[in-house]
Structure formats: structure tokens, C-alpha cells
């Protein structure tokens, strides 16, 4: 199982550093995913990270202010966020799949997290 956390209130224009830790089994050989759902609306892929580090991928909505990296040694995977909006706010949720996709598409994930509120308000 996958636990995420580091969520929390922040402003707008502010910064969070979300965290993916595993339970039970190594990160090391998976590629993790970062994905939030908003109230309403349907989960969304926000980033990725292959089991190496070597390849990440990012939606266009975060591109530029999110950066995704991991720490093999403490089976870790983070998800830093600067400049965030109103327009981030929800519950973001890490899961592990077998390749990092430009479409990090959901239905190729598993082994989900219980996710972290992330809220993003004045």
C-alpha cells in the first residue's frame, strides 16, 4: 500500500511538497504516479516518474510550477508544488504502474494511496 501526505492549507502563490512512501514493498522497480481529484470531477493524472527516475512526464496544467522526484533509498516519491492556484485544490492520490506515459492514464495504476487535501485558498 501506498501512503501519501504533506497536504495541507496554503495560499495562493504558495508551495507544498507532497510525499508517496510504500508500506510492505519496495518503490524501487515501479513507476509512481501522482493524480488528484477536485470535488465534482473526475481523477486527473498530474505526474509520473519512471522506476529509475530517468523519465518524468507532467500534465499541461502543472507544467512548469510541479516537479516530480523520488529517493530509491527511502522509498519515496515526492511531488513538489510552487505557484499553486485555487485551480489545485483536491485530494491527491500516488499509485504505482509498470511505465511513466505522457497520458498517465489511471486505469494502468494500482496499489492506491488514501490520498492528502490539498487546498489552495486565501
Known amino acids: 500500500q501506498l501512503v501519501e501526505s504533506g497536504g495541507g492549507l496554503v495560499q495562493p502563490g504558495g508551495s507544498l511538497r507532497l510525499s508517496c512512501v510504500a508500506s510492505?514493498?519496495?518503490?524501487?522497480?515501479?513507476?509512481i504516479g501522482w493524480f488528484r481529484q477536485a470535488p465534482g470531477k473526475e481523477r486527473e493524472g498530474v505526474s509520473c516518474i519512471s522506476s529509475n527516475g530517468g523519465r518524468t512526464d507532467y500534465a499541461d496544467s502543472v507544467k512548469g510550477r510541479f516537479t516530480i522526484s523520488r529517493d530509491n533509498a527511502k522509498n519515496t516519491v515526492y511531488l513538489q508544488m510552487n505557484s499553486l492556484t485555487p485551480e489545485d485544490t483536491a485530494v491527491y492520490y500516488c499509485?504505482?504502474?509498470?511505465?511513466?506515459?505522457?497520458?498517465?492514464?489511471?486505469?494502468?495504476?494500482?496499489?492506491w494511496g488514501q490520498g492528502t487535501q490539498v487546498t489552495v485558498s486565501s
Open positions: 510492505g514493498f519496495s518503490l524501487n522497480y515501479y513507476t
Open positions: 499509485a504505482a504502474s509498470t511505465y511513466c506515459l505522457s497520458n498517465i492514464d489511471q486505469r494502468t495504476y494500482y496499489s
